[in-house]
């Protein structure tokens, strides 16, 4: 029996976009790109070939060529900063939802209680997909069009979603960070800890990984 999904969605455009930017800012043959940590799970191998058609030839590959990195660059190629557009987009599904009481303890330990009645939504993301534990209770995530705050401690394989009266259903799609209305990997940065692209290197084995136009 699978698990619930757990998707990395990559656009080409959004990467098209960004490496633009910096074609603008500076000749691609005297620029590296820092493509450590396969691309800091963008996908090492994916990300070159697009560049490459960008002119785009030099590409840091561990930390003993990445002398030569500009860190601002880095953070616009993959969208966390500086006006980039954001090319990876994390997501999970609703796999339970349930009605809750005013003053009801979420999670383990019972470091968040709900402030009104209303529902709450069990994904199935955990810190084993590399979602951090300390960004639990601090930080919102996407369902149904609308931020939901992620409530209580993040677990192994779960996360709860304090989403009020939004019609939410089991199936329905959780964006972690994203682009559009979603929250940025930059409000996940700040209220974990970690930095941004050690928030997309770390997302574990169970995402499927796709390019998009």
Known sequence: MSGPRRHVALSRAALEHNLGMIAAQRSPQGVVLDVRADAFGHGAVDVAR???GFGFVWFAEDAASAARVDDAL???LYGTAFGGEPVMT???EVIAVKQVEAGEPVSYGYTHRIGAP???ALVGLGYADGVPRS????VEASVAGRRALVAGR????QLMLEI???EVRRGDEVVLWGAGEAPRVGEWAA???FSPLALTAGLGRRFTREWRA
């Open 50 to 52: 697009i560049a490459s």
């Open 74 to 76: 880095t953070a616009v």
């Open 90 to 92: 994390a997501s999970g």
């Open 118 to 120: 209303g529902r709450l």
């Open 135 to 138: 960004a639990s209770s601090r």
């Open 154 to 157: 993040i677990a192994m394989d």
């Open 164 to 166: 009020g009266d939004a």
């Open 191 to 193: 209220a974990s800890g």
